[in-house]
């Protein structure tokens, strides 16, 4: 075979996929992992979404529904915009994946942080596009570099708001003017992936940004179920934007984006409020409680956003990874995103969160890291 791929798609680092549990227990002997890893819903998914799944699974010979007319209905509603408005996707990696199709040929810019969500620049190469990358000041976006570096070619910008990994969040009125700065022919994408699990007042009024956008960029925001609604693993995510761009988006993306039981499971979550507000108010429970367990090991915690945190545990971020690792408690290391010294801890069960900070202390013993 002599077919090649072009040279930016060969120079593309494919994601790097975490092993399954039943693998991790063979290759370190632990039983029962836990993975605090990937930011998912400690708590399962909603009972509503699991019976509705039991109830569509007579209907796998048929196609799903290629409008995914009763979810977008259903999310129009709940957050007060137009059908038309709605983008349903696989994923919202799905919604990305379409924005960049729609609005991005070769040689054309796309601004995003660094360190951020990682699919943004991917796509953006497998397009032939040229990724901007600006580092994040302080662990937040540097909005007055991303301003500073845009050009009449760039296309979209990608905030990840809060972002990912830090989880910290851009300030609503820092945000606000920002927005009124970037031209009309950029398209900002905010991806809210996290917004479930901010404080209120850290939220931004995503109807207006959308609707307001006479003589200033146009504002798409990105949501999903994939964390506070706990479907991670039927992949659906949704974008809240103009008519317009919505438009665009369904010329390019597939059919069938979504399959028949992530349609019917993130309708029935959609309407699981009791689920919604459980898994909430757990998170922030599980999150004071970490924080403070990890400061009294030595360890500097950052604040959070999100249902994850960051811990500068005072050593290399790579050798603690690897020590929780074989004690059966999987965290991140951040050494790969240029903090050598940080690993990242999603919120858990009370058991969960009472295991890593177990395991925590004696690694911590054990690497000498802290006094």
């Given at each position: 075979m002599k077919i090649e791929a072009p040279e930016y798609i060969r120079s593309i680092v494919p994601y790097p996929p975490g092993k399954p549990m039943d693998e991790l227990e063979r290759e370190y002997?632990?039983?029962n992992p836990i993975k605090l890893a990937s930011n998912e819903n400690a708590w399962g998914s909603s009972p509503k979404a699991i019976a509705a799944i039991r109830?569509?699974?007579g209907n796998l010979n048929r196609y799903p529904d290629g409008s995914n007319f009763y979810l977008v209905q259903a999310i129009a509603g709940k957050f007060g915009f137009s059908p038309d408005e709605v983008v349903v996707g696989n994923g919202s990696d799905d919604i990305i994946e379409c924005l960049v199709k729609a609005f991005v040929q070769p040689g054309d810019e796309v601004i995003t942080s660094h360190?951020?969500?990682?699919?943004y620049q991917k796509v953006v190469q497998v397009r032939g596009g040229v990724n901007t990358i600006l580092p994040l000041k302080g662990m937040r976006h540097n909005l007055d570099a991303i301003l500073s570096h845009i050009t009449d070619k760039t296309r979209l910008i990608f905030l990840d708001n809060p972002n990912n990994p830090t989880a910290t969040a851009i300030k609503p009125t820092d945000l606000y003017n920002f927005l009124s700065s970037v031209p009309e022919s950029v398209l900002v994408v905010l991806d809210e992936a996290y917004v479930d699990f901010m404080d209120l007042e850290q939220q931004v009024d995503i109807y207006s940004l959308v609707h307001n956008s006479?003589?200033?960029c146009g504002v798409v925001a990105l949501r999903t179920f994939s964390k506070a609604y706990g479907?991670?693993?039927l992949r659906v995510g949704?974008?809240?934007m103009g008519s317009q761009v919505a438009e665009m988006l369904h010329r390019?993306?597939?059919p069938f984006n979504v399959n028949q039981l992530a349609q019917v499971a993130a309708l029935a979550a959609l309407e699981d409020t009791e689920f919604y507000q459980q898994t909430l108010d757990k998170t922030r429970q599980g999150m004071v409680w970490l924080q403070n367990e990890v400061e009294k090991l030595g360890c500097r915690r950052y604040l959070s956003q999100t249902n994850f945190f960051l811990v500068d545990v005072k050593g290399d971020a790579t050798a603690l990874y690897e020590a929780m690792?074989?004690?059966g408690v999987i965290i991140r290391s951040m050494k790969a995103y240029g903090y050598t010294n940080v690993i990242r801890i999603t919120v858990g069960t009370e058991e969960e969160n009472h295991r890593c900070i177990t395991a925590l202390a004696e690694c911590l013993t054990e690497l000498s890291y802290v006094a």
């Open positions: 002997g632990v039983k109830d569509a699974l360190p951020s969500f990682l699919m006479k003589d200033r479907l991670a693993g949704f974008g809240l390019v993306r597939q690792l074989h004690k």
